[in-house]
């Protein structure tokens, strides 16, 4: 029996130099993966947000949300972590801090915070998924995490994704969620 048991410290012994040597390289600190929960403007949780920077700095987004109208919605990374409802105007604009133009598909843009418009079916139910490398979860100039932290916002309309005046025509503010370790 004591046998099998060296065997078995000696084998886990280089997979755990591996997992050491794995969370050290990550940094200490170093946010990988973040969370929100979003309410409507009657303050009503109605989804969540998952977000997960991989080695490369590249941030995956997942959205999924219920009781939305049909159709597409503008949603949007704002400048700060506040979501007071039935507003939301404390979360702030749209995340910018390299100064960009609004939209996607704009030549002098986009924002850090720009996204694809979330897709709402036939049953209310809301999902997008989709990867930014605008953004980091972890230190540096486009971090969510800044002094004032940031915050999701799904809007109304869809966003047209050139229009920098009017955030794309997105319309009000119908739901948020503030990024959370």
């Known amino acids: 029996m004591t046998s099998i048991r060296r065997t078995a410290a000696i084998a886990a012994g280089p997979v755990l130099a591996l997992l050491v040597a794995t969370t050290v390289a990550a940094g200490p600190g170093e946010t990988r993966h973040a969370r929100g929960t979003f ?3 009657e303050g009503n949780k109605i989804g969540h947000i998952q977000l997960q920077q991989d080695r490369h700095g590249n941030v995956r987004v997942n959205v999924e949300v219920d009781g939305l109208s049909v159709g597409l919605h503008g949603i949007h990374i704002h400048s700060v972590a506040a979501c007071t409802a039935p507003t939301f105007a404390d979360a702030g604009g749209h995340y910018n801090p390299l100064v960009h133009e609004h939209g996607l598909e704009n030549p002098n843009g986009p924002h850090a915070g720009d996204l ?3 897709v709402v079916d036939a049953e209310g139910h ?4 989709a990867t930014t490398d605008r ?13 004032d932290g940031s915050a999701f916002i799904i809007h109304a309309n869809p966003d047209d994704q050139v229009t920098n005046a009017g955030n794309g025509g997105s319309g009000a503010r119908i739901a948020c969620a503030v990024v959370e370790r």
């Open 39 to 41: 309410v409507d403007v």
């Open 126 to 129: 809301g999902r997008l998924i």
């Open 135 to 147: 953004v980091t979860l972890s230190g540096g100039p486009t971090t969510l995490f800044d002094l």
């Open 116 to 118: 694809p418009n979330l």
